[in-house]
């Protein structure tokens, strides 16, 4: 069965595959992508388990989306080098313009149809809140990731894929992220997040993976690019409200006695958002460091 005769409109595709094994599995065995003449990844292989959520990290443009659609189409065209061992994929990335004038509920009921299980109707409406009765062209970036990340949950795949799903959540729905991917956990889902922000998945069980110069390895805790930057004109009450609201991961903050000193790493943290809310907000930037540093 594949989705609804949509499959160039909507990225939701039911995939049937046999499986030998009791658990679910992405095995990865010679993948290579290239834009021309240059490679952006050369046959990597690797294997992702249902047994921790697994991550991929990276600078930007490294490939991490690319990653994912690789093996949502590769897949989908039963390649020999990406096997899934689940029967069924989810891959939502982005709300297709089509369903934009319908309300959020009605679209994760339609997403239970395409995958052919029930939903909890209350359960849906607890994680999403007064979300759940918007139109789908009403939704701000966070409350899409929000359905995605449900619509996800209710759709009981095997295989599930996302992509930044963390992007624009806000701090009270982090209790209820970790709800859905303990859910996958439980199911034996396996779970593949391509992600910047590794630190909205602390309290779940997760295995980061690096893809980094075409190649994609286990992460162990290696150097990060960390920064350093000194800025003034800004109160102190200003610059905490800053933080808190834009969820931004600082490692260190120190208010010295004329300007203000914030350490972060690439990983967590944009260094052009962090500049840009400052200048937005007349700060004068004194200094900008970049060094190596251990996570």
Known sequence: MELLKLKDIIYIKLIYV?????????????????????????????VFSSDEINLIIGANGVGKTTFLNCIFSESYNYSEVVNLSGERLFYLFDIPKIFQHQRVISFIKFVSGCYEVKFNQNQVRELLDDVSDKRLYELSTGEKQKVILVSAMVSNAQIVLFDEP???????FKKKLEFIFNHFLERKTCVLVSTHLTGDFNGIK?????????????????????????????????????IKLNKLKIKKISYLQKSIEIIFNDHELSPKKLICLLFENNAEIISFKKNKASK
């Open 206 to 242: 997760k295995k980061i993976f690096e893809l980094d110069d075409g190649k994609l390895k286990e992460f162990t805790g290696h150097n990060y690019e960390e920064f350093v930057l000194e800025f003034s004109g800004v109160k102190t009450k200003k610059i905490t409200d800053l």
């Open 18 to 46: 046999k499986s030998a094994v009791n658990t679910n599995i992405i095995k990865i065995d010679g993948l290579s992508k290239n834009y021309g003449k240059q490679d952006l990844f050369s046959n990597l292989k690797v």
């Open 166 to 172: 963390t992007n624009g959540l806000d701090s009270s």
